[in-house]
């Protein structure tokens, strides 16, 4: 992968004012060049598109099974994440009647205040920040997973990312705290593929719809076309979107009560009547040990008749808990998440063999 050796820097200028505060300028490689570098396959834009058709007839209740994103809190060791999804590829096949399983492979992390940004931004761990090599090393890791038959999931953060790995994703997510963003309800009127949108961190699932409507109609703003440039984007409008409900400050909102008010609140705006719950976060109290208790809870709504209820996310990683990230890399924990604290491989296996109460 050339992809890091090719980024170049660039002047800044003697201007007095503008970046008065800017250290550095690298320009960086340029999508298309990134994807010769690290193709696609034929068997691989089956397997996104296959599962994207899955999961819309799933948001239109025409495929009755439960979509789950299912994987790490946030990806910092690609030999590591392989492992998990050949566990994952296997244990996939054997629950296919009931579950649309997706792998969650999260790059990018959003900080309420400070802290590791995440895979893409720095893949070394280190704070230097090697963009060029994240978004290299990224692509390269989504092409593994999904040569294993494994769909991937991940959330958008940065506006420009989706050039350089939308074409390896089959469903995606806008964070709780990017759902009230015009620039993110902009980018998923223009993604390829399914999106939820997580209820905001306050617990408001208002936000969430306001968001859902939003990305349904067509927009025009600025980005990036696959040669770098910097373009109009003009969209039309993407109408597989759903919410996903992972809690808020106030605690949980998975509860029967709170699936409803949701569902009515859908069913207000006109939009889709589909909701995802995620097990982990506010819902779970960021207690992994908790994430069977929703988990089950939502089972026995959709036992219950409550088939809007289309989807469920499990943060899992191949041993249980997260640790701090270490001065000295050598320290670090193979399998376990330097973000929020996950399930163990058992455990998550252990769920996705339940038998479905539907």
């Given at each position: 992968m050339k992809s890091d050796a090719s980024s170049l820097h660039s002047p800044?200028?003697?201007?007095?004012?503008?970046?008065?505060?800017?250290?550095?300028l690298t320009r960086l490689v340029?999508?298309?060049?990134?994807?010769?570098?690290?193709?696609?396959t034929l068997t691989i834009q089956h397997l996104v598109l296959e599962s994207?058709?899955?999961?819309?007839?799933?948001?239109?209740?025409?495929?009755?099974?439960?979509?789950?994103?299912?994987?790490?809190?946030?990806?910092?060791d690609t030999q590591a994440a392989l492992e998990y999804a050949a566990r994952l590829a296997k244990l996939k096949h054997r629950v296919a009647?009931?579950?649309?399983?997706?792998?969650?492979?999260?790059?990018?992390k959003p900080r309420t205040t400070v802290?590791?940004?995440?895979?893409?931004?720095?893949?070394?761990?280190?704070?230097?920040?090697?963009l060029a090599r994240g978004i290299a090393l990224a692509?390269?890791?989504?092409?593994?997973?999904?040569?294993?038959?494994?769909?991937?999931?991940?959330?958008?953060?940065?506006?420009?990312?989706?050039?350089?790995?939308g074409d390896l994703i089959s469903w995606s997510a806008i964070g709780a705290r990017t759902t009230e963003s015009q620039t993110h309800r902009e980018l998923a009127s223009g993604l390829s593929m399914p999106v939820g949108f997580k209820n905001s961190t306050d617990g408001s699932i208002q936000t969430a719809i306001d968001a859902m409507r939003s990305a349904r109609i067509p927009h025009s703003f600025l980005g990036m076309d696959q040669n770098g440039r910097t373009s109009i984007i003009k969209t039309t409008g993407n109408p597989d979107s759903h919410i996903v409900l992972r809690g808020g400050r106030e605690g949980s909102n998975y509860e029967p009560h709170q699936t409803a008010a949701a569902v009515e609140l859908l069913r207000k705006a006109g939009l889709p009547l589909a909701i995802m719950v995620d097990c982990s976060h506010s819902n779970s109290g960021k207690d992994p040990h908790r994430q069977p208790l929703v988990w089950e809870?939502?089972?026995e709504q959709r036992a219950a008749g409550r088939r809007d209820i289309i989807g469920m996310m499990l943060e899992s990683n191949l041993r249980s808990g997260s640790q701090a990230l270490p001065?000295?890399?050598?320290?670090?924990?193979?399998?376990?998440?330097?973000?929020?604290?996950?399930?163990?491989?058992?455990?998550?296996?252990?769920?996705?063999?339940?038998?479905?109460?539907?």
């Open positions: 800044l200028g003697s201007s007095p004012v503008e970046n008065s505060r800017v250290k550095d340029a999508p298309v060049q990134i994807k010769k570098e690290l193709p696609s994207r058709e899955v999961e819309r007839r799933i948001l239109r209740g025409k495929d009755q099974r439960i979509m789950v994103i299912v994987g790490p809190c946030s990806i910092h009647e009931r579950f649309h399983i997706i792998m969650r492979v999260y790059f990018e802290g590791w940004k995440g895979f893409i931004n720095d893949p070394y761990l280190n704070d230097s920040c090697d692509r390269k890791l989504l092409i593994d997973i999904l040569e294993l038959g494994l769909p991937t999931g991940t959330e958008f953060l940065d506006p420009i990312i989706p050039q350089y790995i809870n939502v089972l001065q000295d890399l050598s320290q670090l924990q193979y399998g376990v998440s330097i973000t929020d604290s996950c399930m163990d491989w058992e455990t998550t296996e252990r769920l996705l063999l339940t038998k479905d109460p539907t």
